[in-house]
């Protein structure tokens, strides 16, 4: 059972470049998060969806887009990378709010 | 959704109980209360959960007084392995729904 796995775990960015964080789980879970962590600080949440074809943004969406095309894969879309986008990236799963929420081991992203 | 605040930091030593309070004055008659712990360099792992009274587990235990404005997270007889960050959470089955938000989490720093 491998749960939430991100892809990559480490990417550099140039500034203006563009990439695709991945997310997918393997719990057929309904909730998905996308949160971003800064040194020191803790976990914002920058998208979620509650379901295939359903996403909204959450605390910090500016400069991020998402998709939720199936119900394993939620992709954290950079369209033009910026120094401020430099921060540990995590993605998480729920089967329902009431439960447990399954986290991926981070993507670690700096932009130069 | 429910505003949270809990201390910044605390210290411990090893062997000692440790509480953490977290206040949620405004938490709706649907909201859980639940804990996260997080590690450098991971994601956040959830700990427990609950709604009233008093909840147990191998890890912790949870206090939540009658009127649920607080809800305290007890650590019996820490360890080293058990400096992290703890994150308390109201989670919303009602307004919000779907969002899932930490705040900034309290250190724990547990010494010899």
């Known amino acids: 059972n491998a749960g939430v796995t991100q892809t990559p775990k480490f990417r550099i960015l140039k500034i203006g470049q563009s990439m695709t964080l991945q997310c997918t789980q393997d719990?057929?879970?309904?909730?998905m998060y996308w949160y971003r962590q800064d040194p020191g600080m803790g976990l914002k949440l920058i998208y979620y969806s509650v379901g295939a074809g359903i996403t909204d943004k959450g605390e910090v969406p500016n400069g991020y887009n998402v998709s939720r095309s199936t119900t394993e894969d939620f992709p954290l879309r950079l369209e033009l990378a910026a120094p401020s986008q430099t921060s540990v990236y995590f993605c998480?799963?729920?089967?329902?709010?009431?439960?447990?929420?399954?986290f991926g081991q981070g993507t670690r992203l700096t932009v130069v | 959704l429910a505003k949270t605040t809990q201390p910044i930091s605390m210290d411990s030593y090893e062997g000692q109980e440790v509480n953490i309070t977290c206040s949620h004055n405004n938490i709706a008659t649907n909201d859980y209360i639940t804990w996260y712990q997080q590690f450098p360099s991971q994601g956040p792992r959830f700990i427990i959960q609950?709604?009233?009274t008093k909840v147990t587990n191998e890890v912790a235990s949870l206090f939540i007084p009658a009127d649920r404005k607080s809800s305290t997270l007890s650590l019996p007889r820490v360890s080293l392995s058990d400096t992290a960050v703890y994150y308390c959470l109201v989670v919303s089955l009602t307004d919000s729904w779907g969002k899932l938000q930490f705040g900034a989490g309290t250190q724990v720093v547990v010494t010899p």
């Open positions: 998480a799963s729920t089967g329902d709010m009431n439960t447990e929420a399954f």
């Open positions: 609950g709604y009233k």
């Open positions: 719990m057929n879970h309904n909730y």
